[in-house]
């Protein structure tokens, strides 16, 4: 049998591993909920402001990608029938489709509704068949089309953006 100096000794070397092992199970504990209120704090106050002060800045990152989110805006134009260019007396006949920046340009394209039909008016009028039939044709048409319509409407306004001319019917007779 041990003597009693022997057990005590035992015992004491039983308390210190323990102690050791709740010390470091302690620290752990700490530590962990250290980075978490850490992590929480930067998720809460850090990552948020800058998020704010960007939109603040109107960086165009996120005017970009907010952008992305929204959903494209059309405006659909009344059909247009001009004459075209030419000896034949041949006509036109189209409908468009505008695809816009934004609802703010719709709406003003509506207001000046008037100008845009006159200036494309006079611009598919100026045209001969054989320049719209083609495919290229069409192509450049519908460029010379978002040009016209980009033109401010009056002196000091700004230009609209506009994203595409999608032809709806186009007919040449």
């Keep these: ?5 022997e057990a005590a000794n035992g015992e004491e070397g039983g308390k210190k ?3 050791g092992k709740l010390i470091i199970l302690i620290v752990l504990v700490l530590l962990i909920a250290g980075g978490a ?7 809460k106050y850090i990552k948020n402001a ?3 002060a960007a939109e603040e800045d109107g960086s165009p990152k996120k005017k970009k990608k907010k952008k992305e989110k929204e959903a494209p805006v059309f405006v659909s134009l009344d059909a247009f029938t001009v004459n075209l260019q030419g000896e034949e007396g041949q006509l036109l006949q189209t409908a468009i489709t505008l695809q816009l920046s934004d609802e703010e340009d719709a709406n003003k394209l509506k207001q000046h509704m008037p100008l845009v039909r006159s200036r494309l008016v006079m611009l598919l009028s100026s045209k001969k068949a054989e320049e719209v039939l083609t495919a290229e044709g069409k192509t450049q048409l519908a460029q010379e089309i978002a040009e016209q319509i980009k033109q401010p409407f009056y002196p000091g306004d700004s230009s609209m953006e506009i994203q ?9 007779q």
């Design 17 to 19: 591993k323990s102690k």
């Design 50 to 52: 800058d998020a704010e």
């Design 1 to 5: 049998m041990a003597t009693k100096k």
């Design 37 to 43: 209120g850490g992590g929480w704090y930067w998720w």
């Design 164 to 172: 595409n001319v999608l032809f709806t019917s186009f007919i040449v």
